[in-house]
């Protein structure tokens, strides 16, 4: 198993290897990699995204006009 690999949930996913480290600095460097993360899953998902989102696929499109008159209703059989 890798080192850098959490073993289980409530494992840490990030390891601080440095002794000096200040909790507001631990805090800055968590907040940017967080962020960066966040960002490129969002890039990820957007690529992602195959076909028409459910609002896209929930709207019927609008029927064209009927336009009444002599020949316009010839092909119907009902």
């Avoid at 890798?2 to 409530?10: G, L």
């Avoid at 000096?20 to 990699?33: D, K």
């Avoid at 899953?41 to 064209?64: M, N």
Wanted: glycine letters at 6%.
């Amino acid at each position: 198993m890798n080192d850098s690999t959490p073993t289980s949930p409530s494992e840490p996913a990030i390891r601080v290897l440095s002794a000096n480290l200040t909790p507001e600095e631990l805090a800055a460097v968590t907040a940017v990699i967080d962020a960066a993360v966040e960002e490129e899953l969002a890039e990820v998902l957007d690529e992602v995204q195959i076909g028409p989102s459910a609002w896209e696929r929930s709207q019927r499109a609008l029927r064209t006009p009927l336009h009444p008159g002599p020949g316009e209703w010839r092909s119907f059989s009902g």
